[in-house]
């Protein structure tokens, strides 16, 4: 089996895995509700990343954040919402380049390359967005952790549509 081609394939793989991490971490700060849903979103996105279709990625994309936000409303701690949130917004960016990429690609394009560097530089913001949102926390002290959540979305999704050349 040749592992050329099949655009947005790479970016469904790194779309499953942030998924996962952010269910993951939902269900170990013992918050099973949210984590389901998570689970749920994160299928979703998978869905419309094979497909391609934008519907069920937005949707996805929309539920990973209820899911935090969820989790923020039942008593989670500022470091697991933050950890979900990265790793939701770091999902959907790479669901929706997959979908992206399958919808405007031959079958036998490889897209690897750009897929890759897409979910680095996603990575890096997020990683950015989120070590400023948990020195935020940390320097505030009390405060609500749905803050947290709100500011690193906020700066995640913000930044990655600047860097998006259909933004404009």
Same mark, same amino acid.
């Given at each position: 089996?040749? =592992?050329?081609?099949?655009?947005?394939?790479?970016?469904?793989?790194?779309a499953?895995?942030?998924? +996962?991490?952010?269910?993951?971490?939902l269900?170990?700060?013992?918050?099973?509700p /949210?984590?389901l849903? =998570?689970?749920?979103?994160?299928? =979703?996105?998978?869905?419309?990343?094979?497909? /391609?279709?934008?519907?069920?990625? =937005?949707?996805?994309?929309?539920?990973l954040?209820?899911?935090?936000?969820?989790? +923020?409303?039942?008593?989670?701690?500022?470091? /697991?919402?933050?950890?979900?949130?990265?790793?939701?917004?770091?999902?959907?960016?790479?669901?929706?380049?997959?979908a992206?990429?399958?919808?405007?690609?031959?079958?036998?394009?490889?897209?690897?390359?750009?897929?890759?560097t897409?979910s680095?530089?996603?990575?890096?913001?997020?990683?950015v967005?989120?070590?400023?949102?948990?020195?935020?926390?940390?320097?505030?002290?009390?405060?609500?952790?749905?803050?947290?959540?709100?500011?690193?979305?906020?700066?995640?999704?913000?930044?990655?549509?600047?860097?998006? /050349?259909?933004?404009?």
């Amino acid at each position: 089996m040749s =592992s050329e081609g099949r655009p947005g394939r790479l970016g469904l793989l790194v779309a499953l895995a942030a998924g +996962g991490l952010a269910a993951g971490t939902l269900a170990a700060a013992g918050f099973v509700p /949210p984590a389901l849903l =998570s689970v749920v979103a994160t299928g =979703s996105l998978a869905v419309g990343a094979a497909r /391609p279709a934008r519907r069920p990625v =937005s949707l996805g994309g929309l539920a990973l954040g209820l899911g935090v936000v969820l989790a +923020g409303l039942l008593g989670a701690s500022a470091l /697991p919402l933050l950890v979900a949130t990265g790793a939701g917004a770091l999902a959907y960016d790479a669901a929706d380049r997959a979908a992206t990429l399958r919808a405007g690609s031959r079958p036998t394009t490889d897209t690897r390359d750009a897929e890759a560097t897409g979910s680095l530089l996603a990575l890096v913001v997020v990683l950015v967005a989120g070590g400023g949102a948990y020195l935020a926390t940390l320097a505030v002290g009390e405060g609500s952790p749905l803050a947290v959540f709100a500011l690193l979305a906020g700066g995640v999704v913000l930044t990655l549509a600047v860097g998006r /050349p259909d933004a404009a």
